[in-house]
C-alpha cells in the first residue's frame, strides 16, 4: 500500500506529514488484505495466496511489537491458577456442591472436569452466576464501553466486543476478572497460533482452506480496526489501552480464547426488556469438554433466567474418575479445527460443501428461481454432501428444476422432489452436470486421496497437521463416494434413455 494511504496530520507550516507510527502503514495493509480474503472465500478460489498474504500481513505488524506475552503470565503451572480462580469464583455466587470434580490434564483436548466423586443423575455439577460470566453487558459496563460508543460496526459483533473486553480487563489493574483470565491458557491449538507448514498443508478446494481463510479475515479485520480506532482517539487509546500493549499477539491470544470458549447459552435483557440470547465467556463451565461420541456426554446445561444462572446437571450417573463431557453441537471437523483446534474420530457431521447456481443469463432464470423459492430454496444454494446420504433429496430436487431445459419440464416441477423426478432424460442432464461439478471439485485438489493418506503415516507427530491431512482425506473420500454413486446412476439412466430411442 503507498504511504498516501497512510493517515496524515498538518505540520505548523501546514504540510501534510505521514504519522508517527510507521505501524500504521502495515495496519492499513493488514486491513486491506482482510477485505481480499473475504472476498476469496466468497469466490472459493486461491485461497492459498490469499492465506500466504495474510500470513505476511501478520509478520510486518509483529515488527517493533512485543512478540510475546510470556512475561504477562506469572511463571507458575496453569493449574496453580485454579486456586485463586476458585476461591474468586465463589465469591462470585458460584456453586459446587461438595467437590464433586476436579480439573485434570489431556494431552489432546488439554483441562477438563473429572468426577471426583459419584455423582448420580439428576445431580447439580455446577451453577455460575451471570455475576461471574463476561457479557456483552458487562463490557458496556467497564472500561471497555468507551471504545464501544458510537462505534457501530463493534457493538454489531459480540465477538469483537468479548475479545477486545478480554484485553481491556487483563490489563485493568484490580479487574474482577483477573483470576478467571490468569487460569486462561496461554497458548491455543487454533489458526492463530498455527505454524507455516500447517498453513502449507491446507489444500485448494478444502473445506478447511476455507474456513481457515474465513476466520484469518475475521482476524485481521478485527484487529486492524481497532488499531485503527486507538491510533485516531489518543484520549481512548490512554482511558482503554495503551497501542504498545495492543499487540497482535495479545490480540491472537484473546481472539482465540473468545472463538475457543464463548457460550450462547445465556439469555439477558435486550434493550426493550426482552430476554434474548446473549454470547457469554463462562468460567468454569469452559472448562467441560466435548464429547465426540453423545453416549459419553454426561451432562447438560440451562440457563435459568429468574436466577440469572447457568445451571449444568447431570443426565446420568457419573462414576468417580470419568471425565464430565457435554455436546458442543453437530459440527464438521474443519469447523471444529478451526476455531477449537481438535477433530473428532469418526465425526458423522464430517460434510463436504457444494456450491451450486443458476446463472441469470439462463432464459429461464425467473421461472426456476419462482419454482425454488416455492419450496424454499435458492438459486445460488449451498448444499452438504455426506458419506451417509450422498445425494439429499432436497439437491437431487434443486437439480432437476435448475437443469431442465424446457417449459413442458418445468411444469412438471412439482415431481422434482419425489422418487419418480420429472423424466429420465432431465435425471440424465442432472447426474451428466453433476459428474462434470464433482470431477471440477476433484480437480481442485492439490494432490490424490492416496497420496494424503500416505502422508497421514509421517504426520502422527504434529497434531495440527495431522488433522488437517484427516480432514483433507475426510473431504476427497465423502467427493469420491458421491462421484461414484453419480457415475452409476448417469450409467443406468443413458441405457435408459437409449433404449427409449430405439
Not at 459480540?158 to 496461554?186: C, F, H, T
Not at 440469572?308 to 457419573?318: F, G, H, N, W
Request: aromatic fraction near 8%.
Amino acid at each position: 500500500m503507498s504511504t498516501s494511504a497512510v493517515p496524515i496530520v498538518t505540520t505548523g507550516s501546514g504540510a501534510p506529514q505521514p504519522r508517527a507510527d510507521p505501524a500504521m502503514v502495515s495496519i492499513f495493509e493488514m486491513w486491506k488484505v482482510s477485505a481480499d480474503i473475504a472476498e476469496a472465500v466468497r469466490d472459493r478460489k486461491a485461497l492459498a495466496p490469499s492465506i500466504k498474504a495474510a500470513l505476511e500481513a501478520i509478520a510486518n505488524v509483529r515488527k517493533g511489537q512485543r512478540t510475546s506475552i510470556k512475561g504477562d503470565y506469572p511463571r507458575v503451572d496453569r493449574k496453580t491458577n485454579f486456586k485463586p480462580f476458585m476461591k474468586w469464583l465463589t465469591g462470585e455466587g458460584f456453586v459446587e456442591k461438595e467437590n464433586l470434580w476436579e480439573v485434570n490434564w489431556d494431552p489432546i483436548m488439554g483441562h477438563g472436569l473429572l468426577a471426583s466423586q459419584d455423582i448420580p443423575a439428576g445431580s447439580s455439577v455446577l451453577t455460575v452466576p451471570v455475576e461471574a460470566m463476561m457479557t456483552m453487558k458487562s463490557a458496556l459496563s467497564g472500561r471497555t464501553a468507551v471504545m464501544l460508543h458510537k462505534d457501530q460496526l463493534l457493538q454489531s459483533i459480540p465477538s469483537a466486543v468479548l475479545i477486545l473486553d478480554l484485553i481491556v480487563e487483563k490489563y485493568n489493574k484490580g479487574s474482577k476478572y483477573e483470576a478467571y483470565i490468569q487460569s486462561l491458557p496461554r497458548y491455543y491449538p487454533t489458526v492463530l497460533f498455527w505454524r507455516p507448514e500447517e498453513f502449507a498443508a491446507l489444500e485448494e478446494g478444502s473445506m478447511a482452506i476455507i474456513e481457515t481463510a474465513a476466520v484469518l479475515s475475521q482476524a485481521l479485520r478485527y484487529y486492524s480496526h481497532m488499531y485503527i480506532r486507538l491510533d485516531k482517539d489518543k484520549p481512548l487509546e490512554m482511558g482503554v489501552i495503551k497501542k504498545s500493549i495492543f499487540t497482535w499477539d495479545i490480540f491472537a491470544w484473546a481472539f482465540s480464547a473468545v472463538e475457543s470458549r464463548k457460550n450462547n447459552s445465556v439469555y439477558l435483557p435486550g434493550k426493550d426488556g426482552k430476554n434474548v440470547e446473549s454470547l457469554a465467556m463462562v468460567p468454569a463451565f469452559d472448562l467441560i469438554n466435548h464429547a465426540p461420541i453423545k453416549k459419553d456426554v454426561n451432562v447438560e446445561a440451562q440457563f435459568n433466567v429468574e436466577k440469572r444462572e447457568l445451571q449444568v446437571v447431570s443426565t446420568k450417573a457419573i462414576k468417580k474418575g470419568t471425565e464430565i463431557k457435554m455436546f458442543y453441537g453437530d459440527r464438521p471437523n474443519f469447523s471444529f479445527l478451526a476455531h477449537a483446534g481438535f477433530i473428532v474420530p469418526n465425526n458423522n457431521n464430517n460434510v463436504f460443501l457444494i456450491y451450486m447456481s443458476v446463472r441469470e443469463s439462463d432464459r429461464q432464470f425467473a421461472k426456476k428461481k419462482a419454482l425454488l423459492e416455492e419450496r424454499g430454496l435458492t438459486t445460488s444454494p449451498v448444499f452438504a454432501l455426506t458419506a451417509a446420504v450422498p445425494i439429499h433429496p432436497a439437491f437431487l430436487g434443486w437439480l432437476r428444476i435448475a437443469f431442465s431445459s424446457t417449459e413442458a419440464e418445468l411444469e412438471l416441477a412439482e415431481k422434482a422432489f419425489t422418487d419418480e423426478g420429472i423424466s429420465p432424460e432431465n435425471d440424465l442432464r442432472v447426474y451428466t452436470m453433476l459428474t462434470l461439478k464433482l470431477t471440477q471439485v476433484k480437480g481442485t485438489f492439490a494432490s490424490s486421496l492416496e497420496a494424503t493418506e500416505k502422508a497421514l503415516e509421517s504426520s502422527a507427530h504434529n497434531y495440527i497437521l495431522h488433522s488437517i491431512q484427516k480432514c483433507s482425506v475426510t473431504d476427497k473420500k465423502i467427493v469420491d463416494l458421491v462421484l461414484k454413486k453419480a457415475s452409476e446412476k448417469k450409467a443406468e439412466l443413458k441405457a435408459i434413455v437409449d433404449a427409449k430411442k430405439k
